[in-house]
């Protein structure tokens, strides 16, 4: 009678665990499907992904900027990015009163604009943009075939549903195998997004435009900044270097006139070395007279 039992429980044991691992399969499968439908065509689809660049001069860049945004949009693109920079060439200021100048700046204005376009309509798109142009300096453009790597994307993508599935078989509750079945997984993913962002760029071409016009010449009344010329005439300025020059020798006697005691003791000092001089003058003139009279007797 145990026997019986021990049997019955390890066959509904086994039929558990199966029926388990078909569910958590049949689950991750599941959550392939949506994205496997494509990866199931092994042909090489024609997947050609177009650039273009192009620089050119016009007569305005800032009027060629929004004809080309309009252009864009009606073509069903979009702007992904632009940029206008002016450059200074030259610059002088021209002396027009005492407070002013006339300022004369010569610049260089340039614009840069990247645009995504319908890949059919890039060809009529150029031809558009050089009607605008005064001249064309260059324009190229590249075709890139992504065929073979869309391909290899969507092979690699199959092998991993099929890889999900193998794992599932064998034991899905062990936690290396759930790790590897997630990796593959994200990988599968990433190879789903090369393909999506493989099939953007072939359905629109990217464009990268570079204008410019010619140098102009602009002219501008500014402040004088220059503070020599704000001084006063030159008679008012002498009168003033005048008027300073007495105020300066006041100051110079009202200075000497607290330095009185220093200016007499200076002079009892200079008398003194003056009287000690002339009397050391006076002893040697006397012993020299006094010498020669010896020498005579």
Known sequence: MKRNIIAIAIVLTIFGCQNENKKYASADTASLEPLSKESSDSTTTEKIIKTADMRFRVKDVQQTKE????????????????????????????????DSLKEITSYRTQGYLVAKVPSDKLDEFTNTIAKMAVFVDNQSMKMDDQSIAYL???LKAQNRIDAIEKINKVASKKSANVESSLYIKDDYVDKR???????????????????YQDNTVKTMIVANDNLYDYRPAFINRLWLGIVNGW???????IAISNLWMLILVGVVVFFVIKHFIRKDKIARELATKSLIENNQL
């Open 67 to 98: 004809q080309l945004s309009k252009t864009i949009k009606a073509e069903g693109g979009t702007v992904a990015e632009f940029s206008i920079e002016s450059t200074i060439q030259e610059t002088d200021k021209v002396k027009q009163s005492t």
């Open 152 to 154: 290899a994307n969507k």
């Open 193 to 211: 997004i090369e393909n999506m962002q493989i099939d953007s760029r072939v359905k629109f071409s990217t464009i990268t435009l570079n204008f």
């Open 247 to 253: 105020t300066i020798f006041k100051e110079i006697i």
